[in-house]
C-alpha cells in the first residue's frame, strides 16, 4: 500500500466573489520510506498542496490518505517552511523542545529528546544562541530538529533550502540524503531547483501552471547517490525534467 496518496484532488480559492482555481484533478502516491519531490512554475499550486497535506487546508475535494488517514486526522507529518518558521526571542534549545511541551511531553523526556536530535543534528553547541546569531543553515538545521523532535513519519518541506547560497544548499541536500537513510522518513519536498529535485527524489512529480496537475512523473534512480551529480545520466535526466517545465515534452 502507498503511505501517501492523492486521487483527483481539487482546490479552489474564493477572492473577492471570484473562484480561482488552484489544482485540478491531482493525483500522485508515494511508498513509505521514500522520497518524492514536486517541481513547478511558480504559483501553480505547490504551497497549497502542502497545505492540505499538513492538514491545514481541509477545504478541497478528491480523495488524500497519509498512512489510512485524512490529513487532519493525522499527527504523524511535519512540516518545513522557507522562511524557517523559528521563534526569534527563543534560543536553538527553546525553540527545538517547544513542540514536545505543546504536546505535553515531562519535563525529563523533554530534556532528553531535545538533547538527543539536537546532537544528531550538530547543533548541541548552538544551543543558546538565538536565530539571529544563526547562518541560514543553521538555522534551517534547527528548523529541520524541531520537526524531527516529534519523531513524525512523514516529513514535507516548502522549498526549505531556496535562500541558502549554492554551497550551503548542497551541504544541506547532502544531509537530508544522510538524515533519510538514518531514519527512513518518507519526505515529500517542492522544489524549484532541478538539480535539487534530480539528487533528492526518487520520485519527481513535475507539475503544470496554475491550476496545477501532475503532467509527469518520473522514478529516478539517481537520488541519494552523491556521485552521481556529475554523471551524464545526472545531467541527461536534468535536461528532460527542464524541457518538461518547458511543455516541451
Ligand atoms: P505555489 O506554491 O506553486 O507558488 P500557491 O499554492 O501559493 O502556488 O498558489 C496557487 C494559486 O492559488 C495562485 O494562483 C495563487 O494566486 C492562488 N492563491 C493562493 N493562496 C490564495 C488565497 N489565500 N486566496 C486566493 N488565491 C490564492
Redesign the pocket.
Known sequence: MDYLSIASLQVS?V?DNQI?P?LRDLSLSLAIESTGVII?P????????LGVLAGLNQNYQGTVRINGKAPGECDETALILQEYGLLPWKTTWDNVKLGLELRGFSKQETVLRTEKILDKLGLLHLRKRYPVQLSGGQRQRVAIARSLVLEPELLLMDEPFSSLDALTREELQDFLIELWQETKLTILLITHNIEEAVFLGQKIFVMSE?P?TIIKEYTNPLAGDYSARGKMEFLELANSLRSSLRGWN
Open positions: 480559492y477572492h480561482t488552484a513547478g511558480s504559483g501553480c499550486g505547490k504551497s497549497t498542496l496554475c496545477g
